[in-house]
């Protein structure tokens, strides 16, 4: 699987849009980016994933840039409950989806 | 979605002695997975479990020291062996519903000190 490299930390007003970059520039065409954060004291949570299209949930926006080697979670209204440590994993499906590999991820700081 | 709990959600151990996880699942899964959080770090993976089979372990873990149980398709436990301080970790379970679903699920962990 690919490597990836987030900054190690980052700090966002409460209310204003967190925009969390990760570089994934060996990654492979078939491989997904996905997105998992781990608020303190609990197990990590799925965000979101994607390919090659920028995505939309509930939670968040992922957008993948055209050469797909890097990539940007977007949070739109962070809120102090978007605290956590936030993790960009590169997932090859060679692997049948299973096998997660976190990176040291960033920590995200929500102030108000 | 998947619940997961875990059994103890956290435990003081004494050097020299074992310590077993159990992890629960609230529907039946094909795979589990046991995960390591030292203080400070991210997660490592210890093994993967699959029902009726043996779990198959990354490098650097063996099976003498991280046993691991798989007796049905909810349940799994991993036992600490031997325990010394450097085991003093956080340990997670994780699990997904099936190979198309690309979400997956952890429990709270099990928070184990080793004095």
């Known amino acids: 699987d690919a490597k990836t490299t987030q900054p190690p930390s980052m700090d966002c007003a409460e209310g204003r849009a967190a925009n969390l970059p990760c570089n994934h520039s060996?990654?492979?065409?078939?491989?997904?980016v996905y997105w998992y954060r781990q608020i303190h004291s609990q197990g990590p949570q799925y965000i979101i994933h994607?390919?090659?299209n920028n995505e939309t949930n509930e939670m968040a926006s992922l957008i993948i840039t055209e050469d797909r080697k890097s990539s940007t979670l977007i949070l739109p209204h962070a809120t102090l409950r978007d605290t956590a440590v936030y993790y960009c994993i590169v997932r090859s499906p060679n692997t049948g989806f299973q096998k997660l590999v976190f990176g040291t991820g960033t920590r995200l700081l929500v102030s108000p | 979605s998947a619940v997961i709990s875990q059994k103890p959600s956290r435990d003081i151990c004494q050097r020299g002695t074992s310590l077993t996880i159990q992890c629960q699942v609230d529907?039946?899964?094909?795979?589990m997975f046991w995960y390591r959080q030292q203080p400070g770090q991210s997660l490592t993976l210890i093994a993967t479990?699959?029902?009726?089979?043996?779990?198959?372990?990354e490098s650097g873990f063996v099976i003498d020291k991280f046993p691991i149980s798989r007796p049905n398709l909810t349940f799994s436990t991993l036992t600490v062996s031997n325990m010394s301080p450097e085991d003093s970790s956080i340990y997670l379970c994780?699990?997904?519903?099936?190979?198309?679903?690309?979400?997956?699920?952890f429990g709270p962990g099990t928070r184990l000190t080793v004095l």
């Open positions: 529907s039946q899964v094909t795979m």
């Open positions: 994780s699990s997904e519903l099936g190979a198309q679903n690309n979400e997956q699920f």
């Open positions: 060996t990654i492979s065409g078939n491989e997904y």
């Open positions: 994607g390919l090659k």
């Open positions: 479990a699959n029902q009726g089979s043996e779990a198959t372990y």
